[in-house]
């Protein structure tokens, strides 16, 4: 019956929430996916907007559309990521597809996040091909994090490929700590940029603006609220890192 698929769906996307909750490092493994599977779903086209994919696919040739349309769609009936909905005591109707829960938290994350990381090697640098997103509610607020990592190759047909886990907050302010932190390759001085957007608002400025430098050994950060400028430096080490960034997730909100 719809009512008890719908209820089934419903909390084995929260037991995901609950098991990435859980973890203090990692993160919960969701499915990976392409750019083909990822527009067809309609993940591509609100929050963030992936320009190399979304380019790739609208400018496919008018004739070959509905045809990738439909790989892209057999092929995440093929992986069992959708399957026909249905009606109570009535066939699937055109269209109606019932999407896994590992997929729809992945949906919900890319179209209505509570808000949205880019990582910057520079201040002035294309975005990192890592981003994140914080799921969440009115209820319970931020609940986890979709942590997605873009590869560069094309896949075959379905265009480029993507990884996704889902973590907590706390696991999620550890990761953006270690990527700040993390040595040059060449032992050089070197500063690196956190931004986190809040969608939803007509000012395209972060929310928030975390940049950690690194010279001689030590980091030192700057943290910039919206619209706002902090221009003194603090020395701080990975973990003090960790729990500005878990908390600056946190609130970024509220």
Not at 49 to 72: C, H, K, Q
Request: charged share 20%; glycine share 8%; with cysteine.
């Amino acid at each position: 019956m719809t009512g008890d698929a719908r209820q089934a769906d419903t909390d084995a996307a929260r037991a995901l929430l609950d098991q990435a909750t859980a973890l203090s490092p990692g993160a919960v493994r969701l499915p990976a996916m392409t750019a083909a599977e990822l527009c067809v779903l309609g993940a591509m086209t609100t929050s963030l907007i992936d320009a190399r994919a979304w380019s790739w696919w609208t400018s496919a040739p008018p004739g070959r559309r509905p045809a990738l349309r439909e790989m892209a769609w057999q092929f995440l009936a093929h992986r069992q990521l959708v399957t026909p909905g249905r009606a109570a005591g009535a066939a699937a109707e055109p269209g109606q597809v019932r999407v896994a829960p590992p997929v729809a938290l992945i949906v919900a994350g890319r179209t209505s996040p509570a808000f949205t990381v880019l990582c910057r090697p520079a201040a002035t640098a294309e975005p990192e091909q890592t981003r994140m997103y914080g799921i969440g509610d009115l209820e319970s607020g931020i609940r986890a994090v979709l942590i997605e990592k873009a590869k560069t190759e094309p896949l075959c047909w379905a265009g480029s490929a993507y990884e996704f886990g889902l973590a907590s907050l706390t696991a999620a302010g550890r990761a953006l700590a270690r990527w700040a932190a993390f040595p040059d390759a060449a032992g050089q001085d070197r500063s690196r940029v956190i931004d986190i957007h809040r969608p939803g608002t007509r000012d395209i400025r972060p929310a928030a603006r975390i940049s950690v430098a690194a010279s001689g050994g030590c980091l030192h950060l700057v943290c910039e609220p919206s619209r706002l400028t902090v221009t003194k430096p603090l020395p701080c080490d990975e973990d003090v890192l960790t729990r500005l960034l878990t908390h600056t997730l946190t609130g970024v909100c509220s």
